[in-house]
T-cell receptor
Framework: AQKVTQAQTEISVVEKEDVTLDCVYETRDTTYYLFWYKQPPSGELVFLIRRNSFDEQNEISGRYSWNFQKSTSSFNFTITASQVVDSAVYFCALSQDTGRRALTFGSGTRLQVQP | ETGVTQSPTHLIKTRGQQVTLRCSSQSGHNTVSWYQQALGQGPQFIFQYYREEENGRGNFPPRFSGLQFPNYSSELNVNALELDDSALYLC???????????????FGEGSRLTVL
């Protein structure tokens, strides 16, 4: 069985602060994929990043960075110099490497960035 | 490029009724997945369709059923509605395994169902 835990229900920061969203996962598979999705108030989930289980390199994309640590089963997401537009619910998700592309989502972290 | 569109955006039903939700997938995408998102929770996988056949199912009872049409659009049907079916229903389109990036789903804005 797969499980994704996002222990932080809600985080509030002031604009320009850095913020890290935590994600811990459980799986028995040796090959799997991890994701982060953003859900703005409009409702649709927006893909941010995918990482496969064999690639532990950290990734940076603009103000976003991701830290994948297999040893601790964590895939954390950091926003540097947060902006009001970053306010949304962020979901971490896990998928097996099978033909069926079902994602197991965490319960999400609501990020509020205050001006 | 046309994105994923869902209809209706909001609807209210009563217990025991049936509902049909519709989804038009992103242009060129041949796989459609449906997710249920209860308030304050993460989305839960209902099922996936590829080439008009169900290609995987989550932990949902048979009263949740679906269809995929030749143009890859899809429907989600829920019979005998229960109060706990109140949720945001999200449709996501993607390419099949080997045709695109695994897990990169393109979501619609959802249909919010309220069951009274």
């Amino acid at each position: 069985a797969q499980k994704v835990t996002q222990a932080q229900t809600e985080i509030s920061v002031v604009e320009k602060e850095d913020v890290t969203l935590d994600c811990v996962y459980e799986t028995r598979d040796t090959t799997y994929y991890l994701f982060w999705y953003k859900q703005p108030p409009s409702g649709e989930l927006v893909f941010l990043i995918r990482r496969n289980s064999f690639d532990e390199q950290n990734e940076i994309s603009g103000r976003y960075s991701w830290n994948f640590q297999k040893s601790t089963s964590s895939f954390n997401f950091t926003i540097t110099a947060s902006q009001v537009v970053d306010s949304a619910v962020y979901f971490c998700a896990l998928s097996q490497d099978t033909g069926r592309r079902a994602l197991t989502f965490g319960s999400g972290t609501r990020l509020q960035v205050q001006p | 490029e046309t994105g994923v569109t869902q209809s209706p955006t909001h609807l209210i039903k009563t217990r025991g009724q049936q509902v049909t939700l519709r989804c038009s997938s992103q242009s060129g995408h041949n796989t459609v997945s449906w997710y249920q998102q209860a308030l304050g929770q993460g989305p839960q996988f209902i099922f996936q369709y590829y080439r008009e056949e169900e290609n995987g199912r989550g932990n949902f009872p048979p009263r949740f059923s679906g269809l995929q049409f030749p143009n890859y659009s899809s429907e989600l049907n829920v019979n005998a509605l229960e109060l706990d079916d109140s949720a945001l229903y999200l449709c996501a389109s993607s390419l099949a395994k080997g045709q695109g990036r695994h897990g990169e789903l393109f979501f619609g804005e959802g249909s919010r169902l309220t069951v009274l």
